[in-house]
């Protein structure tokens, strides 16, 4: 006697995986990343005026536009008569994109900062502390179990 079974494409679980739910598309497209590096969508205008002042400032800080042959499906919804003839433009944003060592390096440095600043805080507090009578506790925990009585 023989014994029908199914085939292994139809017992896979690829058959049996639920339909995804629908999405409203996105308002900028998410490009192809490419290894060591990270990508931003920068304002260069908004409501038709021109944001000289934030594009300078990301231009410093390190970031470079995009080139439509580095994305060439994201060239087709690019702005035509952009500032930026290499570049992606869509909306007032342009695409930039930065080596991954810089983000790094800037995450560490606004990490200082922020660390020094709530230091700040903690010292000019902890100033007007007088023993006999403490403003907060150490910044510790301590977990205790009962006796079960």
Do not use: H
């Not at 896979?12 to 497209?29: D, I, M, N, V």
């Not at 205008?45 to 994305?71: C, H, T, Y």
């Amino acid at each position: 006697m023989t014994e029908t079974r199914t085939t292994r494409e139809y017992a896979s679980r690829e058959r049996t995986k639920r339909p995804q739910t629908w999405q409203p598309a996105s308002g900028l497209p998410e490009p192809d990343k490419q290894p060591g590096y990270d990508y931003r969508w920068i304002r260069v205008s908004a409501s038709n005026q021109a944001d000289a002042k934030n594009v300078s400032s990301k231009f410093r800080e390190g970031w470079e536009p995009v080139r439509i042959e580095e994305q060439p499906e994201l060239g087709l919804i690019a702005d035509k008569g952009s500032r930026f003839q290499d570049g992606i433009e869509v909306g007032g944003l342009l695409l930039c994109k930065i080596p991954t060592d810089f983000m790094e390096q800037r995450r560490k440095y606004y990490s200082r900062i922020n660390q020094s600043q709530s230091d700040s805080v903690d010292n000019n507090f902890m100033r007007e502390q007088d023993p006999r009578m403490p403003l907060f506790s150490e910044r510790k925990s301590k977990t205790t179990f009962g006796t079960g009585r």
